[in-house]
Every structure is written in C-alpha cells, then in structure tokens.
C-alpha cells in the first residue's frame, strides 16, 4: 500500500531566506533575531494576501524560512521586495534570499502534519546560499520568467554560474534596484570566476610561441580523437548502445511524463493527469518492456528541454510526452515518443475522438508504443491493453478525480477521493477500477493509521473481493487483497499468494514489488526482500516511499552501515523530509554514535517547525548524554499525540508503544503493545524485527504478544498460476 512518504508533485515558486552568520550568535540573539523576522515577514502586504488566497506554503528552516507560493510566479519576488524595504528599518538583521521555480510535493513530517520538499525547495536554498547579505538572487529559470516584463527586466543582473555544495553549479541573476538588493557581486560567485579564470600551472601568458603550439597540439587531439570516433562508431555499433546513459534496460524502456493540461478550464488537470496514468498502467502490463512509475515521472513538466538527463535519472531510453485537452464530451490527445538518448522523434500522433472512445485512444498509443518498440505481446497482455473497464464516460471521470485527490495524501484533499470513487460505483455499479479506488481508500487509511484499522479493512476487503469478483486481471487488487489478508486476517500465506499473483499480472509494478519487499523483511527473509527492492527501485527510482523504506529494511535487518547509507541517499533526494532525518538518527544511535544521531533528531525538529524545542535537546544532549535527550525528545512526542487525541483524531497504539518504549517504562509499552496487536495495526507486525524493541525482547510478555499475532513464517503454500 503507499504509505506516507508518497508525495504529489507541483510547480511551485519558492522563496527562501535565511540570517547571515546565524550560528555565531547567541541563544538569546538567535530568538530575538527569529522573532523581528517573522514579524516582518508576516506584515509584508504579498505574504497576506497569499496567506489569505490559500495559496501560501510556510516551511521554517532553523535560520530562517521558505515560503511556497502557488500559481503566480511573480509573487516571490514582489514578497522578496517588500521584505528587503522592511529590512532597511533592521540592521541587525543581514538577510539574503533566493528564488527558484520548479517542483515541490507535500510529505507528512516527524509529528505527522503536513511539510515541503522537493528539488524546487532544494535549488532555491543553493541559490540563495551563493549570496551575501542583502542579496536577492535569482535562478536562471526565474529570471527568464521575469525578463519579457518592463518592470523587472532592468532590475536582472546576470552573475553567470556560482558552485555549490559537491561541486555543482547553478545559473545565478542579482535582483537589485536603487532601494533594495545587494549590488555587489557575491563573494561565492567571484570566487567561483577566480578559479575559472585561474592560469594552469606551467602556463606563461607571455610566451605567444608556446600558446600557439599547446592550441596546435590540442586542435590536432581533437581531430584525432574526431576520427577515432568516426571509425569506432562504423565498427561498434551495438557496444555504443549497450553502454549509452539510460540503457541499463535497453532500448524497450519507456518514462512516460506527466501529461500537460491545454483545456481552458484548470479545473481539467485531474483528466490529463488520469491519461497519462492509464496509459502508464496499459503499458506496464507488457513484460517486455520496462515502464518507469508514475511516482518517479511526476516530478518533470511535460516537454521538458533536458531529456537525455532524464533519461540518465531514470535509466531509460525512450521517453513519451503528451498533452490533452478536453471540451465537453470532445477530447484531442497529443503524444510524441522520442529516443531520448539521441532526440530522435520515433512516433507522434494527435488523436480527436468523442469521450466514449477514450479507452480506444488509450490502447492504440500502448499499442503503437510496444510495436514502435518491437516488444513483444502475449495474448492475454493484447487483452489487459485493449480493456475497456466501463461505457459510462461519467462514471469513468468521477474515477480519474478520485484517483487525482487520492494521489494528493496526505495534503489536504485525499478524503475526496472517496467520495468520486463511490460516485463511481454508483453510476456504474459494473465499473471494477471504481471498487479498487474505494479498496485503497481505506486500505492506505488504516495502513497509515489515518482510521481505526479494525473498521477500515473490512470495508477495504469488502471493495476488494467486489473488484475481483467483476475483473480478475487487475493486478492492483491483489496489492490490496494481501495487505488485508496480512494485516487484518494474519494470512501470510495467502497474503503471499496474492502478492505473486499481482506480480505475474503487471510485472513492471513497482508498487506491488515494494509492498512485497517489506513484507518478506518481516519474516527475516532478507535476500528475498531486498532483491524485489532493487526491482522496484529500478522500476520507480526517484520515489521518496520507496528510498525511505529501502533505509528501513537495512535498519531492520540491523545493517546499520548500509541503513545509514541509504538514508543518506533518501536526504539527497529529499534533502527536507523530516521523517528520514529521524530514522537516520535511530540507525546512528543503534551504530553507537549518539552526537549524530542528536544531530538529526534537531533537523528533524527544526523542519517540522519546532526549532526552539531542536535548540533544546541540542542543550540537553551536551550537558547530560543520550539517555536525557532522547527522554526529552519522547515526551514531546507523547505531548502529541495527547493533543491530537484530545482534538478527536484516531492515534495508532503503535505510536505510543514506540513511545513508551523508547522512555523505558516497559508497563506502558506493553499495554499499548496489546492494543495494537487487538487493533489490527500494521505497526504490530514490525515489533519482531524493529531494533527499537529490543530493550523488551527478554521478558516473557513480548513473546507471548508475539504468539497472539498468529503469524507463523514457516507456514507457505506454493504458488500456482489460477
């Protein structure tokens, strides 16, 4: 099941700032600092009326902030603007920022509320970390969305590119006019242009003769290095292609990028978002291909300009792009498949069909794209392809808006999707994918501890069996059946059955292979359970879900080195995701590094806005050891979830056995233990394995908890095709 590290990505315009030298100062400058700027932050007119439009995402960062405005791209920099002139009437303040565009996706944080993250987040910090106080820059990207208008082209000075962190390089523009900006070059930026233009060691400028015989030489190089290619390329041919960026797969290995909306209405976006999808779905049903997840494509914009980069990231060779545009019960579909590797155009076509045909435009792009392709097609991959799964075109766009606001968990807006999922049904009550959305509904609800599991997976189980009982060959709904077999019913072997069936009948499902893998690490079966990782790693590498619970299946294992080596690569993704700050610092503390393991527990804090309570664990930790900082860090914990019990919301036993445990009051952690495993809490299952519960594996109590779970690894039936 997705669980809570599935984000939905969106063009987002970020500003982020933050106090020069903030470290050096003290605590108490710190506060006081934090204080003034926030207060001149929230009285700048552009801040307000975005606050007050909905359109406005806030995200502390310890030293400062980011704010996330949506659908207008000149926001940032008239906020940036009004903030600057404040500033003036604050000198003790030496603020810079910096603005970029580009992807963010909502995440659920280390206390479970909703946080940012994504690259648009990650290049606006690297922006503005090039400048100095007083800067505003800007990325390339934004200055050229700025240039075409009179008011702010005079204002763009172009600085050229600055290294950042690792080694990159970013595009930087110096937004300044005669009240506000920083005019002087950064000091990173000159930096950057002294090693540039730096004399190579040896090198003398002075001595014509040598620089025209070093040109000579080189220019001879290249030549030969021209005509070596030439001779190798006629008589290599298929080495080069083996060993092409993105060809780990081979040619038959497609990302299909989001979809662009061309309707009028913006409100349309849930429909091309639903083509794309089905699409994806259509071809991934085709063994002999290679299809990227959709978790790891909706971070690129439709048509983007770097496809070969794209390609490499996603280790593929084709790429397919698109937009529709829909206009009453009319639809016109544009798609284009193109050899990124060499930016061939391979197939285009533009499709004008009524809404009843729309299943039909979906199969014959598949198809073209699998003959384009030269994949193979067995019989029963031409049926999955073709499916129609419903005549009733309102019935069929009720079921794309459900799958459009379930793809939004855990932002605001996931409950619609059941709503449009039992719209659905009701209009066609044949309709099976309607069913399957409403299994999911309350499958990820009670898997995620959204909703009381023992009410949710009756009604997610009930909605299952409905959907296979209308259409079999859904590999989804085997997903679904064997997590409520696993989870509620304690059925690992037909769980396991399930999850086989689901596998044969979509083998490019990186979602069911994800879902598989971290069940097998429950039952020890660790060689299994990371091989089916790695698949679904291959099949949906971006994927924050996936890269978090690859982590946790090394930490599990007790791999301790590699779990603190894939977290990190999950925070080069991710660089703000709370929850994996946090794991991180469980997997130093269990490798005995607890200065570490602080460390991240404070950036986990700090991103989810609770810097001052980071500061203090920091305190504690220095003046007492681990065991005070993490007591410190639990009972925060414990303080909320009794706040969001107190406001009504469902809180998993699991949290509070964590807790408790954590704590070390063993009584505690084994009555809420108990709760968990009579609840039926997915959590219940990770007791066995999970490090954090070694402190109670030797009393008697924990294994006798164990046994009441009822699962017994050993038990299997061997698998069958039905």
């Not at 990302?255 to 909306?261: C, G």
Request: charged residues 25%; hydrophobic residues 40%; glycine residues 6%.
């Amino acid at each position: 099941m997705t669980s809570e590290s599935d984000p939905k990505l969106e063009i987002a315009h970020v500003l982020t700032m933050d106090v020069v030298e903030y470290s050096t100062l003290l605590i108490t400058e710190q506060s006081k600092i934090m204080a003034d700027l926030n207060r001149m932050v929230r009285s700048t007119a552009r801040f307000c009326r975005a606050e007050a439009e909905g359109k406005l995402l806030r995200l502390p960062t310890g030293d400062g902030m980011a704010l996330v405005f949506f659908n207008d791209p000149e926001a940032p920099i008239e906020c940036a603007m009004e903030i600057s002139a404040a500033n003036k009437g604050q000198p003790d303040i030496p603020l810079r920022m910096g603005i970029h565009s580009g992807p963010v996706n909502q995440v659920i944080d280390v206390n479970d509320r909703s946080n940012i993250a994504g690259a648009g987040i990650d290049v606006a910090q690297r922006v503005m970390d090039c400048g100095d106080a007083g800067h505003i820059l800007l990325s390339k990207r934004v200055a050229e969305d700025l240039a075409p208008y009179p008011k702010w082209n005079p204002h763009l000075h172009d600085l050229g590119e600055c290294e950042v962190k690792h080694g990159r390089k970013v595009s930087l523009v110096n937004f300044y006019t005669d009240n506000v900006g920083n005019p002087a070059p950064p000091e990173k930026c000159r930096a950057t242009r002294q090693r540039s233009n730096a004399p190579t060691a040896g090198m003398n400028d002075s001595v014509p003769s040598r620089k025209r015989t070093l040109f000579a030489a080189a220019a001879f190089l290249v030549f030969a290095l021209l005509i070596g290619i030439w001779i190798f390329s006629r008589q290599r041919p298929a080495l080069r292609a083996s060993n092409a960026p993105g060809m780990g797969a081979g040619a038959k290995s497609i990302a299909v990028l989001p979809f662009e909306n061309l309707s009028h209405d913006p409100e349309n976006a849930y429909f091309a978002d639903g083509i794309q999808e089905e699409i994806l779905t259509r071809l991934s049903k085709i063994a002999d291909l290679k299809v990227i997840s959709r978790t790891s494509t909706q971070r690129y914009k439709s048509a983007p300009e770097n496809l070969l980069e794209i390609a490499k990231q996603l280790d593929v060779a084709n790429i397919l792009e698109g937009s529709v545009q829909k206009s009453a019960d009319q639809v016109r579909v544009n798609v284009q498949l193109i050899n990124a590797l060499n930016d061939s155009h391979l197939w285009a076509e533009k499709y004008d069909r009524k809404m009843t045909d729309i299943f039909g435009v979906e199969s014959e792009i598949a198809t073209k794209i699998a003959d384009t392709l030269q994949a193979k097609l067995t019989g029963a991959e031409q049926h999955a392809i073709a499916a129609r799964p419903t005549e009733n075109t309102e019935a069929h766009q009720a079921y794309l808006k459900g799958q459009y606001y379930w793809y939004k968990y855990p932002a605001p807006g996931f409950e619609k999707s059941r709503d449009y999922f039992q719209q659905a049904i009701d209009l066609d009550p044949t309709y099976a994918p309607g069913y399957l959305g409403l299994s999911y509904f309350y499958g990820l609800a009670a898997a995620v501890g959204v909703m009381p599991p023992n009410d949710s997976w009756p009604k997610a189980e009930a909605a299952t069996n409905k959907a296979i009982a209308l259409d079999d060959t859904l590999p989804d709904a085997y997903n679904a059946i064997a997590a409520a077999k696993l989870y509620f019913h304690r059925d690992w072997a037909t769980a396991e059955h399930y999850f086989r069936r689901g596998i044969e009948l979509n083998p490019n499902s990186a979602e069911i292979r994800h879902h598989y893998a971290f069940c097998l690490i429950l039952f020890g079966r660790n060689e299994e359970a990371l091989a089916e990782m790695q698949r679904a790693a291959e099949l949906d590498p971006l994927a924050l879900r996936n890269n978090l619970d690859r982590s946790k299946m090394f930490f599990f294992s007790r791999q301790y080195d590699r779990a603190i080596d894939q977290f990190r690569k999950t925070l080069e993704l991710y660089p703000d995701f709370a929850a994996a700050h946090e794991w991180l610092g469980y997997a130093y503390q269990q490798r005995g590094m607890p200065k570490e393991a602080v460390a991240e527990w404070g950036k986990a804090l700090t991103l989810s806005g609770k810097g001052d309570q980071a500061s203090i664990l920091e305190r504690t930790y220095t003046q007492g050891g681990l065991e005070p900082a993490v007591r410190f860090l639990v009972q925060l914990r414990l303080q909320e979830l009794d706040e969001r019990v107190k406001r009504g919301e469902y809180v998993s036993a699991a949290e509070y056995a964590t807790a408790y445990t954590r704590l070390g009051d063993k009584e505690q952690a084994f009555v809420w233990l108990a709760k968990a495993v009579e609840e039926r809490d997915r959590f219940a299952l990770e007791f066995r394995i999970n490090p954090l519960f070694d402190p109670l594996r030797s009393d008697p109590r924990f294994t006798d908890l164990v046994k009441r779970i009822g699962l017994d690894p050993a038990k299997a039936i061997p698998y069958e095709t039905p």
